[in-house]
């Protein structure tokens, strides 16, 4: 009876010790759970989808639409010049010129409806994040434009060029957002700053950016 009594006191201590483990493993992951979803609501005022072990335990959440992270002004400017031509010799005093040029403020951020989500390993604790790359969300002008035309004796700037070129300055304007660097600087900022945060809690953290539609994957 006491050889009963002493194998079912050792089974009890070993159920014990494994249900403190658990326990224990259970609130580690769910104080590295909470630590995400405050450094991401932190940094980008999003709580993202975390799942453990192919779990969903928090779903995404946002309380606003886009998060602008990078804002730039830029001055922008484009000119237009005009000849008649005869037998491809430029005729003379008919060489009219428009010029136009204002300043833009560009804005780069997230677009938070899309989906951030991320991935706590049950036993490393380690954080794999992938999340939607940054994108242009806005080429605003902020200064009245500064237009001047110049005619030629022979050659008049017409209504149509004007309103031309001012339609020009703004592609002209969003053509140089796409082609600055803003875009890559809003993920470089948001990268340093999630991984500062969710590494104080000792974590270590990888993350992707999925392309945007008609983009191709960054190169690693």
Avoid at 123 to 136: I, R
Avoid at 162 to 176: C, D, P, Q, W
């Amino acid at each position: 009876m006491k050889h009963y009594i002493g194998i079912s006191l050792v089974l009890l201590t070993v159920a014990g010790i494994c249900l403190f483990a658990v326990h224990s493993c259970t609130s580690a992951v769910n104080a590295t759970v909470d630590h995400v979803r405050d450094a991401f609501s932190k940094v980008l005022s999003v709580q993202p989808q975390v799942t453990v072990n192919q779990r969903v335990v928090l779903t995404q959440t946002a309380p606003i639409a886009e998060l602008a992270v990078v804002t730039k002004e830029e001055e922008v400017s484009i000119d237009y010049t005009a000849h008649y031509e005869v037998l491809s010799m430029h005729v003379p005093l008919t060489e009219k010129k428009m010029t136009a040029k204002a300043v833009y403020r560009i804005k780069a951020g997230f677009d938070l409806h899309k989906p951030f989500t991320v991935d706590v390993n049950p036993v490393t604790h380690a954080v794999n994040a992938t999340m939607p790359s940054a994108q242009l969300l806005s080429v605003e002008l902020v200064e009245d434009i500064e237009y001047s035309g110049l005619d030629a004796t022979f050659n008049r700037v017409t209504d149509e060029e004007r309103t031309e070129i001012l339609a020009g300055l703004n592609v002209a304007a969003h053509e140089a957002a796409e082609k600055s660097t803003l875009k890559r600087e809003a993920e470089e900022q948001v990268t340093q700053r999630l991984k500062e945060l969710i590494q104080q809690n000792g974590q270590s953290v990888d993350i992707k950016w999925t392309p945007l539609p008609n983009e191709t994957a960054p190169i690693p």
